[in-house]
């Protein structure tokens, strides 16, 4: 569904990324994993258009058509096809939660889908709906991230890209967004997944890759990566 073939992006005078190589297959959940600096929202920046490549290729295909979006503008990038729940969650907060939600469907106007789409968002986080009216600023720190993801599944994604969705929560609530991550795939939206929490990331996800200084250094399964030493003495916390 996406792939990104020698990818170059300059941040800030930094080469941030410096020739990529991933791809995400359709109903996958792919997790990104590295130390801070790696190159991991840069990443997700670049393919939803926030940051610009200065080389190489993203190409995207939603159902049979392939398009290259290295140089689409970002609204026409969630019209393709890809939502982006940013790290940070960058809610509105003092709009209210059904407002919040209502502006991840901004580029929708299909009403009828739109109502579907926010009964589905509220099955997945039933909280939504009992707050609905309460602004953005006030919920907790799990609320606003459940809120983050509901207004990017509001634009109706076939590729949901996700920044450490754990960042903050106490460990009850990772593990029930990562529960909500896994239902999300299964119900049919490819999910690529950058995570702190590294032993949770893998063990989620079907595929990996581990970012160093803007390089992939290790790609696999999940369950191999987990097993690979040096991603253990690295990341997991495990071994001298």
Same mark, same amino acid.
């Given at each position: 569904?996406?792939?990104?073939?020698?990818?170059?992006?300059?941040?800030?005078?930094?080469?941030?990324?410096?020739?990529?190589?991933?791809?995400?297959?359709?109903?996958?959940?792919?997790?990104?994993?590295?130390?801070?600096?790696?190159?991991?929202?840069?990443? *997700?920046?670049?393919?939803?258009? =926030? #940051?610009?490549?200065?080389?190489?290729?993203? $190409?995207? /295909? !939603?159902?049979?058509?392939?398009?290259?979006?290295?140089?689409?503008?970002?609204?026409?990038?969630?019209?393709?096809?890809?939502?982006?729940?940013?790290?940070?969650?960058?809610?509105?907060?003092?709009?209210?939660?059904?407002?919040?939600?209502?502006?991840?469907?901004?580029?929708?106007?299909?009403?009828?889908?739109?109502?579907?789409?926010?009964?589905?968002?509220?099955?997945?986080?039933?909280?939504?709906?009992?707050?609905?009216?309460?602004?953005?600023?006030?919920?907790?720190?799990?609320?606003?991230?459940?809120?983050?993801?509901?207004?990017? *599944?509001?634009?109706?994604?076939? =590729? #949901?890209?996700?920044?450490?969705?754990?960042? $903050?929560? /106490? !460990?009850?609530?990772?593990?029930?967004?990562?529960?909500?991550?896994?239902?999300?795939?299964?119900?049919?939206?490819?999910?690529?997944?950058?995570?702190?929490?590294?032993?949770?990331?893998?063990?989620?996800?079907?595929?990996?890759?581990?970012?160093?200084?803007?390089?992939?250094?290790?790609?696999?399964?999940?369950?191999?990566?987990?097993?690979?030493?040096?991603?253990?003495?690295?990341?997991?916390?495990?071994?001298?």
């Amino acid at each position: 569904m996406l792939w990104l073939e020698d990818v170059h992006v300059h941040r800030g005078g930094t080469h941030a990324l410096r020739g990529i190589d991933l791809e995400v297959r359709r109903g996958e959940i792919v997790a990104l994993i590295g130390a801070n600096g790696a190159g991991k929202t840069t990443t *997700l920046a670049a393919i939803s258009g =926030l #940051l610009r490549c200065q080389q190489g290729r993203i $190409g995207f /295909a !939603p159902e049979q058509a392939r398009i290259d979006i290295s140089k689409v503008r970002a609204e026409k990038i969630v019209a393709a096809g890809i939502s982006h729940c940013p790290e940070g969650r960058q809610i509105f907060g003092n709009l209210s939660v059904a407002e919040n939600l209502m502006i991840g469907a901004y580029l929708r106007s299909d009403r009828d889908g739109i109502e579907k789409d926010l009964r589905a968002v509220h099955d997945l986080f039933p909280i939504l709906l009992t707050r609905a009216s309460v602004p953005g600023n006030r919920l907790s720190g799990g609320e606003q991230m459940m809120l983050a993801i509901g207004r990017a *599944l509001m634009s109706r994604p076939k =590729l #949901l890209l996700l920044d450490e969705p754990s960042l $903050g929560l /106490a !460990p009850q609530l990772v593990e029930q967004i990562f529960d909500i991550l896994a239902r999300i795939r299964d119900e049919g939206t490819t999910v690529l997944l950058v995570e702190q929490n590294a032993a949770m990331a893998l063990d989620l996800a079907d595929r990996a890759y581990v970012l160093e200084t803007g390089l992939i250094k290790l790609a696999g399964t999940g369950k191999a990566l987990a097993q690979d030493a040096d991603v253990q003495r690295a990341y997991l916390g495990v071994g001298p």
